[in-house]
């Protein structure tokens, strides 16, 4: 089935981009890039045609073997490709959302420096995604997981001139690495246990393993496993480096902070959830995580002005959702609302860009307004998707996330109630980015004016428009079968077609659940159009009252402050005057000058011998002499 | 070493003997004198020395060969006292001086 | 008789070897050469060696002593100044010669015990006629070689002699 291919095609776009990407023309980069991630995507659908997904078919895991990467001892893993149900899903969400981002981008990016580095990141990263996917032991699986973290860094730090990109890239970085380490440890737990990494064969002998005897272990390796997962998909207390990730072009944001990447960890647990389904409080903690951010994100997204920073912390707060849809349970939940998250939530931000690509870079939504009469199109198509997230009834947002608010309310009901509170708050702030960027007056610039460089605007736009102004085809096409997906994607009944992994649950969940849920999804709506289009002084006037409150969530909960003075300071600190001081310059350069003056101090001792008189030479040689006919000749006597 | 009346004859290790004292009294002229000539005849001092070895050898080993060692010295040294002798004669044109102590460009 | 003979021509060589390395003046240092070697040919016949005692009065005394003795006397080489011996050579040279002179005696007595003494005439292979065989048949190559080697001596003594031609 070649099954390699996938992966594959974009590695070669990278290749071909990185490479020789600066000699060649647009158009042709265009092709390689885009041009690869569609082929993965087409034979990804013929894949699954094949393997017979599309008719009820792949009840079992279908695996390809490749070759033998490590050998050693009992441990032998190999390098193989694995579809089940569960991968199929993933497959078809990253294949097919992005080749719609990366067409869109090929509109977005068209007046920016380092077209070609720009693709090549981006095939690179769907190479190592697809790895992370399609990868049937936990070493591929870290290994796409550390390749796109990579990515992440290369994408986000992207207009590497500006300061603050190259740090959100380091901060990407390094929280990520975090993150990684526990998932390394994890890794190295299911290998000495099992004595084999591969995901078929742990997941059998775990699903054998009664829950009392194994309960300690198994929570040890899920909390490790949620330690990376949180720190990909920007959970608490590792989620600092998702705001920030803005910095990096849109369809970045779109592609690799929305759809994919931070989805990732989502995939990475419904993957391993023989194991946390073994442990007692793992899922507990997990559920506990994911809710825990999903509202507080969504108090902070409350009061942004940024467009991006507002669909940033919603990314986050709804990957809380996810999981928390996996830690009650509902696997297929959680990754049913992957999926459709994926699609509205790639449209909003490529609504964003194609907005912000409308205003010349402008990313403050106080400075936009009035919009639909500029860019219809985009209008329409986010108001899709804010629907969507929003939980508009048969929406796809609305099918998902009802299914995980059945689930917790099944769980633990105080779960769903705060669950319901904060998709009110969901609603109420996609909405009020709605409303502030397409109703009231154009309080933007009106002529072309170079776009401020205050540190929420990094979108390095050289081209000025006088009016806002629709974006190209190439760019709303995609917007709109993203809308499409949004709309619809609730039918696709993905919970039935994990049936065969993730058991359903039994039993009709109350009616009731689902009608509050999308009550409070309206009552978000309904709110933010009486504070945004009706009555526009009402926010302030809230936000003057509730001085404090209102500083404290505009301010993020100061938690990027908190960290600083708590991790960050004592980091760098420690490390200028301990190791840099001490280890480096001490140490180290003192062991290497010193075997340099130690050497030269040698070397004047012995230029004594050089004296340049003659009988001193000779004395020399005669002294050797004796010693060595004294050697000779007392060992020869010896004998 | 028998000691005692003097015997009729002596033993080939007397002839060693000498030949250590007479390579030592060589050794010692070599390290201790400072004109070039007189250093360079200590150097012929100890082939002498040498010289008397092998032939004593030969005389215990009943074979020619030592002889024929010696006499391959002996050129040598002839040789080697030619030219030596030329170097020296050189180093006085250019140093006028014959004290080893002073040709001592190589230091350090 | 013939240990008495040994002892005489042993006495003069030391005595005279002694004389070298005492004496100052670079004249009085070639004569006792001159006389150590005497004395050395005459051990030579002792032991049987005729041709050598015969080379080595002719070539060594007779030659390579001439040479020095003219060298000296071309260079006017004067009496040496006081000796002041480096003190490398003074402390670690006689030491060790002592040491070395030790160990040589000692090694000669455990290798060659008294075995037969050096009797004059006892030994037959020293002669013109036994040295020429060997030299010409199996000493050859080395014969030839240092032919050369004299050849090669003779031009580098003349060209590092000779006077600069401007």
């Not at chain 1, 307004?369 to 048969?394: D, E, H, N, Q, W």
């Not at chain 2, 290790?13 to 070599?30: D, K, P, Q, R």
């Not at chain 2, 004109?35 to 215990?60: D, K, Q, R, W």
Request: net charge neutral.
């Amino acid at each position: 089935m070649q099954l390699w291919l996938i992966p594959i095609l974009p590695l070669l776009g990278f290749l071909l981009n990185g490479i020789f990407g600066k000699r060649l023309a647009k158009p042709v980069i265009n092709a390689i890039a885009v041009g690869s991630v569609v082929l993965s995507f087409l034979w990804v659908v013929k894949t699954l045609n094949a393997l017979g997904a599309f008719s009820g078919g792949l009840e079992q895991t279908y695996k390809e073997h490749y070759y033998t990467w490590i050998q050693s001892g009992a441990l032998n893993i190999s390098v193989d490709f694995a579809i089940d149900r569960l991968t199929a899903v993933m497959l078809m969400v990253v294949t097919g959302v992005g080749s719609l981002i990366h067409i869109y981008a090929t509109g977005y990016m068209a007046h920016e420096g380092g077209y070609y580095r720009f693709f090549a990141y981006l095939n690179l990263f769907m190479f190592f995604m697809l790895t992370l996917v399609l990868g049937a032991n936990f070493l591929l699986l870290f290994v796409g997981w550390e390749g796109v973290g990579l990515c992440s860094y290369l994408l986000i730090g992207f207009y590497f001139l500006e300061k603050f990109a190259t740090d959100a890239g380091n901060k990407a970085f390094i929280v990520n690495r975090v993150g990684d380490f526990g998932f390394a440890l994890a890794i190295f737990l299911v290998g000495f246990h099992f004595n084999t990494l591969d995901f078929t064969t742990v997941m059998t002998t775990v699903k054998g393993m009664p829950i009392e005897t194994s309960a300690g272990l198994f929570t040890g390796i899920s909390l490790l496993l949620l330690v990376g997962a949180t720190g990909k998909s920007a959970q608490i207390p590792r989620y600092v480096w998702r705001p920030d990730a803005m910095a990096g072009p849109t369809p970045v944001s779109a592609l690799i902070h929305a759809a994919t990447m931070v989805t990732a960890g989502v995939y990475m647990i419904a993957r391993t959830s023989q194991i946390y389904l073994h442990s007692t409080w793992a899922l507990d903690i997990v559920a506990i995580v994911g809710l825990t951010t999903a509202f507080v994100a969504a108090t902070i997204g409350l009061a942004q002005n940024d467009i991006k920073k507002v669909f940033a912390y919603s990314t986050v707060s709804q990957l809380g959702y996810m999981f928390v849809g996996l830690g009650v349970g509902a696997f297929s939940a959680g990754i049913f609302h992957l999926m459709t998250h994926a699609f509205f939530k790639a449209l909003l931000f490529l609504g964003a860009g194609s907005v912000i690509h409308a205003c010349s870079g402008e990313q403050d939504m106080r400075h936009m307004g009035g919009l639909r009469k500029y860019t219809p199109i985009t209008m329409v198509t986010l108001l899709c998707a804010s629907l969507a997230i929003a939980g508009f009834p048969y929406l796809s947002g609305a099918a998902s996330k009802d299914l995980i608010l059945e689930a917790a309310y099944e769980h633990a009901p105080w779960m769903y109630w705060v669950g319901v509170f904060t998709a009110g708050m969901t609603a109420f702030y996609v909405f009020r980015a709605f409303f502030m960027t397409f109703f009231g007056e154009y309080k933007g610039k009106q002529h072309a004016q170079p776009a401020h460089h205050d540190p929420d605007t990094a979108h390095q736009d050289t081209h000025h428009h006088g009016e806002p102004h629709e974006s190209p085809a190439v760019m709303w096409i995609p917007l709109a079968i993203l809308a499409l997906l949004s709309l619809g994607g609730g039918f696709i009944n993905i919970p039935h077609f994990l049936e065969p992994i993730f058991p359903l649950q039994e039993g009709e969940p109350a009616r009731w659940l689902e009608y509050v849920a999308t009550a409070a999804g309206l009552g978000g709506i309904a709110i933010a159009y009486l504070f945004y289009v009706v009555a526009p002084g009402i926010p302030e006037s809230l936000a003057n009252t509730f001085r404090g409150l209102h500083t404290l969530i505009y301010n993020k909960y100061f938690v990027d402050e908190f960290y600083d003075s708590t991790l960050v300071e004592p980091v760098v600190g420690g490390s200028r005057q301990l190791l840099w001081r001490v280890t480096d310059v001490r140490l180290i350069d003192g062991i290497a000058n010193g075997v340099g003056s130690t050497a030269r101090g040698l070397g004047s001792i012995l230029r004594g011998a050089q004296s340049g008189y003659i009988r001193s030479y000779a004395a020399w040689v005669i002294a050797g002499t004796v010693l060595a006919i004294a050697y000779i000749g007392f060992m020869g006597a010896s004998r | 070493m028998p000691l005692g009346p003097l015997p009729a004859a002596v033993p080939p290790s007397w002839y060693l003997t000498l030949s250590a004292i007479l390579f030592a009294l060589g050794v010692l002229g070599f390290l201790l004198r400072r004109n070039i000539i007189t250093v360079f005849m200590s150097i012929e001092l100890m082939l002498n020395a040498v010289n008397l070895s092998f032939v004593t050898f030969s005389y215990v080993l009943k074979r020619s060969d030592g002889h024929i060692f010696s006499f391959f010295v002996m050129v040598v040294a002839a040789a080697e006292a030619a030219v030596g002798l030329a170097i020296i004669l050189t180093v006085f044109k250019n140093r006028q001086t014959l004290e080893i102590d002073e040709v001592s460009s190589l230091k350090n | 008789m013939d240990a008495l003979l040994f002892m005489i021509f042993a006495a003069i060589a030391v005595i005279c070897g002694i004389n070298l390395v005492v004496q100052t003046h670079p004249i009085s240092s070639a004569l006792s050469l001159v006389g150590v070697m005497g004395a050395l040919a005459a051990l030579y016949l002792l032991l049987g060696g005729e041709f050598i005692a015969a080379a080595q009065l002719v070539v060594y005394a007779g030659a390579i002593m001439v040479l020095f003795v003219f060298v000296i006397m071309l260079l006017n080489a004067g009496t040496e100044k006081k000796m002041t011996v480096r003190p490398l050579g003074k402390y670690l040279g006689a030491p060790f010669l002592l040491l070395f002179f030790g160990m040589i005696a000692y090694m000669i007595q455990t290798i060659l015990p008294s075995s037969s003494p050096v009797v004059f005439g006892a030994f037959h292979g020293g002669s013109a006629l036994e040295i020429g065989r060997s030299l010409f048949t199996v000493y050859l190559l080395p014969f030839e070689v240092t032919s050369v080697l004299i050849l090669i001596a003779i031009l580098g003594a003349i060209v590092l002699a000779r006077k600069e031609v401007d």
